[in-house]
């Protein structure tokens, strides 16, 4: 494929009705492994001659590149984790000392919502470009859309999401005509454009797909499930694979619900439910070799049936920002290992992150990154804070709740204003809605020997 401003795979229009988008997801699994171990045996030799992140890590673990032949052979290798990718942005920035092609080679960057800190910038070749959008090609064309289908585009366009662009360029890649309004773009215009459109299938967060269908009647005059939407496919935070979320959605919009599931570090999305709806395939398994790590006892379990455990990543073939047996913190459970749809990638559901992560209104928010963010303004704040996650689960649409300690000393009446320049720098840093609720300095008790509860599941009584 050549780039530039050819955005369509030239057979894109061919595979209309085809069972699968590539091959490679109904391969029996023996000859998907040879091709794995083939790509394996490559990416390390590439990271060999082209990562100092690699050639230093590997160097400290004992292990040489050349001794990696098989994806059990990977178990030799250490664990990248995200600290260490930040770690390694700060000190070569923008794309950290793990970016392994040069800057003249590097085409695109895209930016994870930087909720655990900074943001985490990824660097993209040609060849890393036209990869994510096959990938992110297989996964819609599963979960039902198809060439020439218009797709109203509701993750995020803003912030470098890769729910923004990156979505976009796989819906061009594969046919598909991406309606590019984005949740940014508010509820309103979201569903007018819907009205207008009349596209065949929608994108977007859960939550967020249900509240537009509870606008509808609001802002259009008629229900959701009037409007002709056929398929939607949500990702970004828990609820597509949740039944009743699920069954709500569906009623709601009058149409077929299928999640899919992937991230930043490794690419768009990878993780695909088929029409069968009975949880997501990897579909790109000459791109990905997923580990299953039982976090209790450290082990590499087997795909099978019932296993649960987090999804340990290698990417394959990959240039500007390669992982290696990267944690993603995606706690799954195994719900099959075959399909009637013919894909021989296993079926997951992801049943949490493996921190305590919340979402809130589709950004990824970690307790302890608000804490820094308040810790950073004392003595305006007294550096303490907790978050009232008053919802079910994990995930809300409303703005979250943040108590504040105000700084000792300062006066209640300036309360107004102090609230207003807190909720800006936590938008600001953490792309997120608060609504801070400003109290006298030590309301709460002091940090002692327990670890101190961020979050709390109710609003507690003041004084």
Known sequence: MQFGMRFRRQDAADKLNDRFWHEIEGKPLDEVRRSQEERLRDQMAYLKANSTFYQEKFAAAGVDFDEIHTVEDLQKLPYTYKTEIRESLAAEP?????????????????????TTGSPSYVALTEADAEMWHEMTARCFFANGVRPGDMVLHAFSLAKGFVGGIPVMQGLQYMGAIDVPVGADGGADRLLRACADTRPRCIVGAPNFVLHLAEKAPEVLGCEASELGVEHVIVGGEPGGGIPAIRAKIEAAWGAKCAEMLGGTDLGVTYWAECDAQSGMHMVNMDYIITELLDPESGQIIPWGKGAEGEMVYTAIGRQASPLVRFRSGD?????????SCGRT??????TGRTD??????????????INS????????TNGVMRIVADFEGHTTQGALTVIVERGPGRDPADDAALKKKIEQRLRDSLV??????????????????????????????LP
């Open 356 to 369: 305590d992560m919340l979402i809130v209104r589709g950004a990824n928010v970690f307790p302890s990154a």
């Open 432 to 461: 997120f809605k608060a609504d801070v609720h400003l109290v006298a300095a030590d309301t709460f008790e002091k940090p002692g020997a327990a670890k101190v509860a961020f979050v709390l599941r109710k609003y507690p009584d």
């Open 345 to 350: 990638g296993a079926k997951i559901r992801c």
């Open 94 to 114: 923008p794309f950290g000392k793990h970016r392994a092609a040069p800057m003249a080679e590097i085409v695109q960057m895209q930016a994870s919502s930087g």
């Open 331 to 339: 706690y799954i459970e195994v719900i099959d290992t075959e399909c």
């Open 373 to 380: 963010v308040i810790t950073e303004m004392v003595p305006e």
